[in-house]
């Protein structure tokens, strides 16, 4: 019942942007915490952004490109727009929504290089 889809990943050179969606269902969508979380070869999976219930944001010390979350309540859809773009910034993000319980999305790749 409950899922979380995430989509927009891709490849994209050094300095492009990309936007990740992930659309959930099955949860009260309004009252979970958000994150994007990311995970490459060799490296242990971590945090790059959350967006509480009223949409306050935080972000990983590792983020070092330009990435805003935000989501809309209306669609039950969080959102990660990532400018920037670096190739240390290529993973498999992950959607994560954390309240009582905590889910998590399949993944979408993304993959920064020239």
């Known amino acids: 019942q409950v899922q979380l889809v995430e989509s927009g990943g891709g490849l994209v050179q050094p300095g492009g942007s990309l936007r990740l969606s992930c659309a959930g269902s099955?949860?009260?969508?309004?009252?979970?915490?958000m994150a994007w979380y990311r995970q490459s070869p060799g490296k242990e999976r971590e945090l790059v952004a959350t967006?509480?219930?009223?949409?306050?944001?935080n972000y990983g010390d590792s983020v070092k490109a330009r990435f805003t979350i935000s989501r809309d309540n209306a669609k039950n859809t969080v959102y990660l727009q990532m400018n920037s773009l670096e190739p240390d910034n290529t993973a498999v993000y992950y959607c994560?929504?954390?309240?009582?319980?905590?889910?998590w999305g399949q993944g979408t790749q993304v993959t920064v290089s020239s």
């Open positions: 994560n929504a954390r309240r009582w319980s905590d889910h």
């Open positions: 099955g949860i009260i969508f309004s009252v979970y915490d």
């Open positions: 967006v509480t219930r009223n949409s306050r944001t």
